[in-house]
């Protein structure tokens, strides 16, 4: 049996008292063995002073120890409430967070959904609330199906988390009364900490528009290559047929000059009509208006197209007496304008037909407007509000004449868009046609002021 | 050796005058329409061997007007060259559906498309 060392002292001390009791006093050795019990007694308090010492100290580690753990506690019970005040500031920090994004989505114009992964509603934006006719304060957490009416989109949400594609593009049609708009439709997924897809999120831009531009634009190319194309086929055929010596004789080779000069006339003034178009709408065009005679003007082109109108067996007659300078306006524009009108008008009108050139000045309007009317053709009703769109064309009358279908488009831009005036058409069919416009008059102080700036240059 | 008759159709009147004077020019019988209504009626009446046709053409397009002769009798077959100056070309399925022998874009050569007219009433007659 081991002891430990603490113990050695008393044991020791023990054993000398004892060995006292078992021989020195039967022997009568009383002074020594009084001296080694003595000794042994002071071993014994010295053991006894050094357990107390021990328990002393230890007493005094567990006081440092239980200080200690006061402190910790201590620090702990402050360190919780600086973290209580801490979770109300982030909660507080989380619901601004919130209240920002929202506000971010709602100010955002495309139509925006965010749904859980159960399809429920999230977050939506007026866009969307409007697109889907859905109130975005009753609509939240409610499933899409009792929100949106096109299923498709609830479709392609659905396909789209359980792909967990990261991004899905589509094209969606929504149809109202009036229309067909088109939708570019982008979802994305929305994923957890743990990379779950927990929700996703839809966001619909109307690309109506754009796609109406594209439209117009691939039209616009499809005119131009067209129009472009047809003179220059016949210039390249029959320079191939001169080239290659298929004209019989001198008179068929002058033919062949011809058709090519003339086909180059039109090719000419096919680009002419694009870039003057084009310079209008860009505002590029250099404009000189100057105080102008409608009447003169008229007089002007009648006498221009006048030879050309009787080949065609068309008369032309002019109704307009007043002459004086009336309009600011670019004199060469509006002649164009009136060269414009009146080449059409001979175009539509059969053999024995009549064209009539009127101007007159209407002074509750304070405009002047001129009309020239014919007994041509006609144009449907339903072709009447597009007849001045750019490269329109009536398909009924497209075999009658030629034209690029930028003529009337280019009156339009001169008169509405350089002269603040407006373009106007009557139509019967089989009856004929009234095409004219109306010009602002010039107010008394501009025909003064122009005046000085004339006799000043 | 007989005459092939073709039909040349085009609201162009250059554009068929030019095609029609290198096809005679060349041993061909050439009819003219000015437009697909008129193109037809004269197919029905001439029975020509190879139609050219313009693809826009007021009243019946170059499209509209092989539709038609493909769903009349002695005309399932016949071959159509279409001349075109549309931007866009017309779609491969259509042109397949159709059987449409050739498509030319304008500007186009009047040696090129006579080369094509013979090669494919040759080709034909072979079949």
């Given at each position: 049996m081991m002891f430990n060392k603490q113990y050695y002292p008393l044991i020791l001390g023990m054993s000398l008292i004892v060995l006292f009791v078992i021989l020195v006093i039967p022997?009568?050795?009383?002074?020594?063995?009084?001296?080694?019990?003595?000794?042994?007694?002071?071993?014994?308090?010295?053991?006894?002073?050094?357990?107390?010492?021990?328990?002393?100290?230890?007493?005094?580690?567990?006081?440092?120890?239980?200080?200690?753990?006061?402190?910790?506690?201590?620090d702990k019970a402050s360190q919780c409430s600086k973290d209580a005040k801490d979770s109300k500031l982030q909660v507080k920090l989380l619901q601004r967070q919130k209240r920002n994004t929202e506000a971010i989505v709602y100010s955002i114009s495309e139509a925006v959904i965010v749904t859980d992964a159960n399809e429920h509603l999230l977050?939506?934006?007026?866009?969307?609330?409007?697109?889907?006719?859905?109130?975005?304060?009753?609509?939240?957490?409610?499933?899409?199906?009792?929100?949106?009416?096109?299923?498709?989109?609830?479709?392609?949400?659905?396909?789209?988390?359980?792909?967990?594609?990261?991004?899905?593009?589509?094209?969606?049609?929504?149809?109202?009364?009036?229309?067909?708009?088109?939708?570019?439709?982008?979802?994305?997924?929305?994923?957890?900490?743990?990379n779950e897809v927990c929700g996703a999120i839809a966001v619909l831009h109307d690309m109506t528009k754009e796609k109406e531009i594209s439209q117009m634009k691939n039209d616009f190319v499809s005119h131009v290559s067209h129009e472009l194309k047809t003179p220059l086929a016949s210039i390249t055929a029959y320079s191939e047929m001169l080239v290659d010596g298929e004209a019989a004789d001198e008179k068929m080779r002058e033919e062949f000059y011809s058709i090519i000069q003339t086909q180059a006339q039109r090719l000419n003034c096919l680009i002419e009509d694009i870039l003057n178009v084009s310079r209008i709408e860009s505002g590029m065009i250099k404009i000189n208006k100057e105080p102008v005679s409608t009447a003169l003007l008229i007089h002007d082109a009648v006498q221009m197209i006048k030879s050309?109108?009787?080949?065609?067996?068309?008369?032309?007659?002019?109704?307009?007496?007043?002459?004086f300078d009336q309009v600011n306006a670019d004199k060469e524009m509006i002649s164009q304008v009136i060269i414009n009108l009146l080449s059409n008008a001979v175009k539509y009108t059969h053999k024995g037909g009549k064209i009539t050139v009127n101007s007159e000045i209407d002074e509750s309007e304070d405009v002047v407007r001129?009309?020239?009317?014919?007994?041509?053709?006609?144009?449907?009703?339903?072709?009447?509000?597009?007849?001045?769109?750019?490269?329109?064309?009536?398909?009924?009358?497209?075999?009658?004449?030629k034209g690029t279908g930028?003529?009337?488009?280019?009156?339009?831009?001169?008169?509405?868009?350089?002269?603040?005036?407006?373009?106007?058409?009557?139509?019967?069919?089989?009856?004929?046609?009234?095409?004219g416009f109306e010009l602002p008059l010039i107010v008394a102080e501009e025909t003064v002021e122009s005046d000085l700036v004339i006799r000043s240059k | 050796m007989?005459?092939?008759?073709?039909?040349?159709?085009?609201?162009?009147?250059?554009?068929?005058?030019?095609?029609?004077?290198?096809?005679?020019?060349?041993?061909?019988?050439?009819?003219?329409?000015?437009?697909?209504?008129?193109?037809?009626?004269?197919?029905?009446v001439e029975k020509p061997d190879i139609v050219v046709?313009?693809?826009?053409?007021?009243?019946?397009?170059?499209?509209?007007?092989?539709?038609?002769?493909?769903?009349?009798?002695?005309?399932?077959?016949?071959?159509?060259?279409?001349?075109?100056?549309?931007?866009?070309?017309i779609e491969q399925d259509q042109q397949e559906d159709l059987n449409i022998a050739e498509y030319l874009s304008k500007p186009f050569s009047p040696k090129e498309l006579l080369s094509h007219v013979e090669n494919i009433l040759k080709s034909s007659a072979v079949s």
């Amino acid at each position: 049996m081991m002891f430990n060392k603490q113990y050695y002292p008393l044991i020791l001390g023990m054993s000398l008292i004892v060995l006292f009791v078992i021989l020195v006093i039967p022997l009568g050795g009383t002074s020594i063995m009084e001296s080694i019990v003595s000794l042994a007694a002071i071993g014994v308090v010295i053991w006894l002073g050094q357990q107390f010492l021990l328990k002393t100290k230890m007493f005094l580690v567990q006081i440092e120890s239980l200080k200690l753990d006061y402190k910790e506690q201590r620090d702990k019970a402050s360190q919780c409430s600086k973290d209580a005040k801490d979770s109300k500031l982030q909660v507080k920090l989380l619901q601004r967070q919130k209240r920002n994004t929202e506000a971010i989505v709602y100010s955002i114009s495309e139509a925006v959904i965010v749904t859980d992964a159960n399809e429920h509603l999230l977050m939506a934006n007026e866009a969307a609330g409007r697109l889907f006719g859905f109130d975005l304060k009753k609509s939240v957490y409610k499933p899409l199906d009792e929100l949106i009416g096109k299923k498709e989109l609830i479709s392609l949400i659905v396909k789209t988390r359980n792909s967990r594609a990261r991004h899905v593009k589509h094209e969606l049609q929504f149809e109202s009364e009036d229309n067909i708009y088109t939708y570019n439709c982008i979802i994305s997924c929305i994923y957890d900490e743990n990379n779950e897809v927990c929700g996703a999120i839809a966001v619909l831009h109307d690309m109506t528009k754009e796609k109406e531009i594209s439209q117009m634009k691939n039209d616009f190319v499809s005119h131009v290559s067209h129009e472009l194309k047809t003179p220059l086929a016949s210039i390249t055929a029959y320079s191939e047929m001169l080239v290659d010596g298929e004209a019989a004789d001198e008179k068929m080779r002058e033919e062949f000059y011809s058709i090519i000069q003339t086909q180059a006339q039109r090719l000419n003034c096919l680009i002419e009509d694009i870039l003057n178009v084009s310079r209008i709408e860009s505002g590029m065009i250099k404009i000189n208006k100057e105080p102008v005679s409608t009447a003169l003007l008229i007089h002007d082109a009648v006498q221009m197209i006048k030879s050309h109108a009787a080949e065609k067996g068309v008369t032309i007659e002019e109704q307009t007496a007043i002459v004086f300078d009336q309009v600011n306006a670019d004199k060469e524009m509006i002649s164009q304008v009136i060269i414009n009108l009146l080449s059409n008008a001979v175009k539509y009108t059969h053999k024995g037909g009549k064209i009539t050139v009127n101007s007159e000045i209407d002074e509750s309007e304070d405009v002047v407007r001129v009309s020239i009317t014919d007994t041509g053709v006609g144009i449907p009703p339903e072709n009447l509000p597009h007849i001045f769109e750019k490269f329109y064309r009536v398909k009924k009358n497209a075999g009658i004449a030629k034209g690029t279908g930028l003529g009337l488009n280019l009156v339009k831009q001169i008169v509405e868009k350089v002269h603040q005036g407006r373009v106007f058409v009557r139509s019967q069919v089989g009856k004929g046609s009234c095409f004219g416009f109306e010009l602002p008059l010039i107010v008394a102080e501009e025909t003064v002021e122009s005046d000085l700036v004339i006799r000043s240059k | 050796m007989e005459t092939r008759k073709v039909l040349v159709a085009d609201d162009e009147i250059h554009i068929v005058q030019v095609v029609a004077m290198k096809l005679r020019n060349n041993g061909f019988e050439v009819i003219t329409a000015d437009n697909g209504i008129d193109a037809y009626d004269r197919c029905c009446v001439e029975k020509p061997d190879i139609v050219v046709t313009d693809y826009q053409m007021p009243g019946m397009t170059g499209i509209e007007l092989v539709e038609k002769l493909r769903s009349t009798e002695g005309f399932e077959d016949i071959p159509v060259i279409i001349l075109t100056a549309r931007g866009f070309a017309i779609e491969q399925d259509q042109q397949e559906d159709l059987n449409i022998a050739e498509y030319l874009s304008k500007p186009f050569s009047p040696k090129e498309l006579l080369s094509h007219v013979e090669n494919i009433l040759k080709s034909s007659a072979v079949s």
